[in-house]
């Protein structure tokens, strides 16, 4: 088989074993601090040692900073696929961006009648899943009413909407299931143990033809693969990624030192190795000065026929961007001008107040700075990929625009350099005024350049 090209991600898959609650916690917040992307855990409902596993990731979401969390998979015949769909958003909003949905069809039947679930031949438990995916979507959407032999809806409302679109990551390995993740899934989830790598190539053979027929790219079904800790040598997942398609590799186990080890050793290694097969050597960013060049910047297509006040929701919210920009200033003014004594910056920024607001230097740049990664956080993970299905030709602009946000970011980081400065160095001020200027320059070009080029796609082809 061949590689689909997908980014490489690293997960790990905990116990959600109840008298070791607090060493999974500690385990996810390993992984969260030593890079990885994902955390992933069983659900098992009926296994009364387990703790519960939407509770368990939602804690998990709000002890961690950038990993995505999911389910690994989740207990479909337990779970009605229209709360589950309001369980993933609701976690999607409150994690800003980071859940996940890994769904099986169901197992363990007399575990799941134990709890008053229902008992599914094979054939009920495709059909209950196909079912499940049409109500979760539409409630991620449009809402409605759908009448099906399992689940239905009656004239069901939206929402609320995840910030970002949840992936629906299916584990599957029977024939018929892997032509269903073929058409409507957005990923293959097996575990070594169950597929090993002698049946890879057979199941994405599978999922590519189901994928084509349903006039798919067989690309759009991310592979994903649990392994233990014996399969996590850098050159077999580079194997796995280049000759199998294989692109998140879910490390099982609850051993700190192996984590730490994949995350540190092992991840690093097969995205090197990936990377030179590939020939994509990771990107540099470019120049600040050289990014916001005017005749470099690319244009979207002329867009007619505006259905939706997206376009403008999207200025409203820069505009909230470039009031935070505008306080930042003045508040730098006021240092500057001596209005707040740069001797007490520089001994404790925290202490240095401002009388507008009563909030301390120091902690209103970090304020202000996560707002703004957040907001770019936002439109990468969700906006753009949208528009990106909705118009192809606006792709030179997101690309461009994906650019400048990496750019922004370190700019934001530039201005908390300077912060620190300001407080150990007596030229301290100078840096800060200098890196707030920048930021004021580049980000307000940015926004400029964002408006003019999506509003009138956004206003065309609306965002949820």
């Not at 409902?45 to 389910?71: C, E, G, K, M």
Request: proline letters at 7%; aromatic letters at 6%.
């Amino acid at each position: 088989m061949a590689d689909y090209g997908h980014d490489l991600l690293f997960g790990v898959f905990l116990s959600p074993a109840a008298p070791h609650a607090g060493r999974t916690l500690q385990l996810a917040k390993l992984a969260d601090s030593a890079g990885l992307d994902l955390v992933t855990v069983q659900d098992h409902p009926y296994q009364p040692a387990f703790l519960d596993a939407w509770t368990l990731l939602s804690v998990i979401a709000a002890n961690t900073q950038h990993v995505r969390v999911a389910a690994n998979v989740a207990n479909l015949p337990l779970r009605p696929p229209a709360v589950l769909a309001k369980s993933v958003a609701s976690l999607d909003i409150l994690s800003g961006g980071r859940a996940e949905l890994g769904l099986g069809a169901g197992a363990f039947w007399d575990g799941v009648a134990t709890l008053g679930g229902p008992r599914r031949t094979p054939g009920e438990a495709l059909e209950a899943l196909e079912e499940a995916i049409a109500v979760i979507r539409a409630l991620w959407s449009t809402g409605g009413s759908f009448d099906g032999r399992h689940y239905r809806l009656d004239d069901a409302q939206a929402g609320p909407m995840p910030p970002h679109d949840p992936a629906i990551w299916v584990g599957g390995i029977r024939p018929r299931m892997l032509r269903l993740i073929g058409r409507l899934a957005d990923g293959w989830l097996p575990s070594m143990a169950y597929v090993p790598l002698s049946q890879l190539g057979a199941g994405n053979r599978l999922i590519d033809e189901a994928a084509a027929e349903a006039g798919r790219d067989p690309a759009a079904v991310r592979r994903l693969y649990n392994i233990g800790p014996r399969d996590a040598e850098p050159a077999f997942l580079a194997e796995l990624a280049l000759e199998h398609g294989m692109s998140t590799f879910i490390l099982a186990g609850d051993d700190p030192a192996a984590i730490q080890a994949y995350a540190e050793e092992v991840a690093p290694a097969v995205r090197e190795l990936v990377a030179k097969e590939r020939g994509t050597p990771e990107p540099q960013a470019p120049a600040v000065e050289a990014l916001w060049d005017e005749a470099t910047r690319p244009h979207a297509p002329a867009v007619t026929g505006g259905r939706s006040g997206e376009g403008q929701h999207l200025v409203e919210v820069h505009d909230h961007l470039r009031g935070e920009l505008a306080q930042l200033k003045e508040i730098m003014a006021q240092v500057v001008a001596g209005s707040m004594d740069p001797a007490a910056a520089r001994g404790a920024i925290n202490q240095m107040t401002v009388r507008q607001n009563n909030w301390t230097l120091g902690a209103y740049c970090a304020s202000y700075c996560r707002l703004v990664t957040t907001h770019h956080t936002l439109e990468d993970q969700s906006l753009f990929p949208h528009l990106r299905r909705a118009d192809p030709r606006l792709a030179p602009v997101l690309d461009r625009l994906e650019q400048e946000h990496h750019v922004i970011h370190g700019v934001l980081e530039e201005v908390d350099r300077a912060l620190v400065a300001l407080v150990g160095e007596p030229d301290g001020m100078d840096g800060f005024r200098e890196a707030v200027a920048r930021l004021d320059r580049t980000l307000s070009s940015h926004l400029r350049y964002e408006e003019e080029e999506l509003v009138p796609a956004l206003s065309r082809h609306g965002f949820r």
